[in-house]
Nanobody, 122 residues
């Protein structure tokens, strides 16, 4: 069983900062890419940022220069530092990890966390 648990969400004023964390636990061989996604009410889930095992990153245009994704491979954890938040960033933020279950088979599965709410007031 693999579990992803996010934390760090909350209510913040416009211009403020939050740091999200997502810890992966359970039985698996390795973690490949990790990422953060958001889903605002009534909208589809969309990409925020991703990071590879080697640290290569990719960001949505809307967060470039404001958000920073990072990971600690030793702790199976991915972070999202969010600065200069604005009300348009309000959403449920999900963590995703692409995981290789076994050493024997090179098969990868995507796992999602339960989401952490970020609310930015104006």
């Amino acid at each position: 069983q693999v579990q992803l648990v996010e934390s760090g969400g909350g209510l913040v004023q416009s211009g403020g900062s939050l740091r999200l964390s997502c810890v992966v636990s359970g039985s698996f061989f390795s973690i490949n890419a990790m990422g953060w996604y958001l889903q605002a009410p009534g909208k589809l889930r969309e990409l925020v940022a991703t990071i590879t095992t080697d640290g290569d990153t990719n960001y949505a245009n809307s967060v470039k220069g404001r958000f920073t994704i990072s990971r600690d491979n030793a702790k199976n954890t991915v972070y999202l530092q969010m600065n200069s938040l604005n009300p348009e960033d309000t959403a449920l933020y999900y963590c995703k990890a692409t995981i290789r279950q076994s050493r024997q088979y090179r098969i990868y599965y995507d796992y999602w966390g339960q989401g952490t709410q970020v609310t930015v007031s104006s």
